[in-house]
């Protein structure tokens, strides 16, 4: 079977250039009847499997996937962390660069991974499927070449973090939307789908790794829930951190992981212990005071294969729920690798960005008739993004079609107060409300931007895993309470920042990042916590084409799903 697809790689190089492959894969997204939790469920999978497949590439390659939606729902799927380097008609998030592929019809998505390696992921990217449409994506060194800046392991092993109800998920979302208010918690998370076996009916459904005795095994660590952030640790072992979001990271030594959806984190771990049975585990990180959540533990079994033992694993312990102080520790510690070649931080900034981020009220809509008084909403720079409806973003910005959207989002916050401040602001209830708006952002090409990402503490703080599409960012500093533009600039690190996809914005903190915008369409940047993006904590990029052909958004392709 690997001689074969060996095979078919080797017969793709012809006018690839070197060491490049086509990838090619189908997706049949439909439905798929899984226990969990004593219940039988149908959800939404691709190809029968949950987690999905996992792809797998090497710098260099073309991706073809084609999409079949043989679901109930309208879906789209979004390759998480790929820059889709002038194939943004590829990204898929819904409205923002397509139409949804509607029931019975398809969707080929084809991109070039293009200087970047490391672990990624795939998921859907319409309401909130993505509970079940996820699978990793995961980019090896081009062969011939530099290979990883670590010895390699002996295995490398994908471990997906998920969120499980008990429920229909779109009832859950409807449900909310119809109301206004928070959509129902999570009955269980999961680890590469399964519960494990602290959860109910669960004994079956628990992941479990084999190790050999002092070997090393990297774990590619995937946050795929949908609301919640995680503590995640291996009892008797630590980890040397590598990687974050696929970039390289220095090595950093830690026995507790903190990971927020949408960013992904590549773990060395030496299987050195005493060989017994030891659980890993994953628990919410809860920066919010005061709300209801899911507080149960998701756990696989780590178990050693030289000497195998009937006894219980032994459980790690874990920091509490609310362990704001190891969070932002390990947030905090991490350091980008540099490497030759690479992309260093750029100095002279183009559009200076200073965004509030966080929650509010907005009048009910049309589409909650459950709604009283007033809707929970999110917002940046106080507008609460609003979808189109019509056409997609990338495609009237294409077509210059006006009416869909607005070029105009604003580089500072309407209203300057202190943002951090919960008792001042508690006494000025009209902070609250959020204006809706679908404002977009416009740069030049090759622009530099930076951006202030400021939380407040309107309705709460609470920390919001930022997620932007079509590049990476620097993330240069980041800290607590208001950020002080002359105190606070002396503490960038412009030498060996990380660099990331997604930033999770200390709660009641701020993050300063920093990218050069030289990937001309439009690029949806978000909270990753799935009922933020659905409350408006969003704004989109709209980056200019570049003079030449080779830094201008060629057309879309021929089956590009329209409205
Ligand atoms: C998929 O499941 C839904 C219920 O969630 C059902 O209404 C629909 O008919 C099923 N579709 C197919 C093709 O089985
Ligand atoms: C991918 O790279 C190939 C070879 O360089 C190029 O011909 C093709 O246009 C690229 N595709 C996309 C979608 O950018
Ligand atoms: C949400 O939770 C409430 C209270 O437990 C329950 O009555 C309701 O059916 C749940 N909604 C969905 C869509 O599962
Ligand atoms: C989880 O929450 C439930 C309901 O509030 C509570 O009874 C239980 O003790 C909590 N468990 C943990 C581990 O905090
Ligand atoms: C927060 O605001 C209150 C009310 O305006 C004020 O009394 C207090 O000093 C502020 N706290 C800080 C830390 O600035
Ligand atoms: C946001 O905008 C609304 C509507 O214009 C306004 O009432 C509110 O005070 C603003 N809030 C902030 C924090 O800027
Ligand atoms: C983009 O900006 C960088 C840094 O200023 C510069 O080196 C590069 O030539 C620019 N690229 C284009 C196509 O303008
Ligand atoms: C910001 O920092 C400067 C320089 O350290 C300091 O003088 C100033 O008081 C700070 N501003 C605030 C609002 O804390
Ligand atoms: C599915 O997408 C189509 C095409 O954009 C749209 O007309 C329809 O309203 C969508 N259906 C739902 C349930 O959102
Ligand atoms: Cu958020």
Redesign the pocket.
């Known amino acids: 079977m690997a001689r074969l697809l060996l095979l078919v790689c080797v017969l793709f190089f012809v006018g690839y250039g070197v060491n490049a492959a086509v990838v090619e894969h189908t997706f049949n997204v439909g439905n798929l009847t899984v226990q969990r939790l004593c219940e039988s469920r149908i959800i939404t999978a691709v190809n029968g499997k949950f987690p999905g497949p996992t792809i797998h590439a090497h710098e260099g390659d073309t991706v073809i996937v084609h999409v079949i939606n043989n679901s109930p729902y309208n879906m789209t799927i979004h390759w998480h962390g790929i820059f889709q380097l002038l194939s943004g008609w590829a990204d898929g998030p819904d409205m923002i660069t397509q139409c949804p592929v509607v029931p019975g019809n398809r969707y080929t998505h084809k991109f070039n991974i293009t200087g970047q390696e490391g672990t990624l992921w795939w998921h859907s990217h319409i309401s909130i499927l993505r509970a079940t449409v996820y699978g990793a994506l995961i980019i090896r060194p081009r062969s011939g070449t530099h290979g990883y800046p670590f010895p390699k392991p002996y295995k490398e092993v994908p471990i997906m973090i998920g969120e499980w109800w008990n429920a229909n998920v779109v009832d859950v979302e409807n449900e909310a939307i119809q109301s206004g208010g928070a959509p129902n918690i999570s009955d269980a998370f999961t680890i590469n789908g399964q519960p494990g076996d602290l959860c109910r009916c669960s004994s079956k459904h628990t992941y479990k790794l084999e190790v050999v005795q002092g070997k090393t095994y990297m774990l590619r660590i995937i946050n795929a829930a949908l609301n919640n952030q995680h503590f995640y640790k291996v009892a008797g072992h630590t980890f040397t951190i590598v990687a974050v979001d696929a970039s390289y990271t220095m090595p950093y030594t830690t026995d507790v992981i903190a990971i927020a959806p949408g960013q992904t984190v590549d773990a060395l771990m030496v299987a050195n212990a005493p060989p017994a049975n030891y659980y890993m585990a994953a628990i919410p990180y809860i920066s919010a005071a005061n709300i209801i959540f899911d507080n149960t533990t998701t756990t696989g079994i780590v178990r050693y294969k030289s000497s195998p033992s009937k006894a219980p694993p032994i459980m790690p312990s874990m920091p509490a729920f609310n362990d704001t102080p190891t969070a932002n520790q390990f947030y905090s510690s991490l350091l980008g690798l540099i490497k030759p070649g690479m992309q260093t931080v750029p100095l002279d900034v183009d559009e200076h960005m200073f965004v509030?981020i966080g929650l509010?009220l907005a009048p009910c809509g049309p589409n909650q008739p459950k709604c009283q008084g007033q809707a929970l909403a999110a917002?940046m720079?106080?507008v609460s993004f609003q979808f189109p409806t019509k056409m997609s973003l990338l495609e009237a910005h294409y077509k210059n079609i006006p009416g869909i959207y607005t070029s105009d989002f604003p580089n500072n916050?309407?209203?300057t107060?202190d943002y951090t401040n919960a008792s001042a602001i508690a006494a000025n209830p009209?902070?609250?409300?959020?204006?809706k708006g679908t404002r977009l952002k416009r740069v030049k090409y090759n622009a530099t931007v930076e951006m202030v990402l400021q939380n407040?503490a309107?309705l709460g703080i609470e920390n919001h895993p930022m997620h932007l599409h079509g590049y990476n960012f620097f993330v240069l500093a980041q800290g607590l309470g208001n950020y002080n533009a002359s105190s606070d600039v002396k503490k960038y690190n412009l030498v060996h920042p990380q660099l990331r996809n997604t930033v999770a914005v200390p709660a009641g903190g701020w993050a300063v990042i920093r990218f050069r915008a030289d990937n001309p369409g439009v690029w949806i940047m978000h909270c990753h916590l799935d009922v933020h993006l659905t409350w408006g904590l969003v704004t989109v990029f709209e980056v200019e084409n570049g003079p030449t052909p080779s830094t201008t958004l060629p057309p879309p392709p021929p089956d590009y799903p329209t409205c």
Do not use: D, R, V
């Open positions: 509030t509010g917002s720079n106080n916050p309407p209203i107060f009209a902070l609250q409300s959020t204006a407040t309107i």
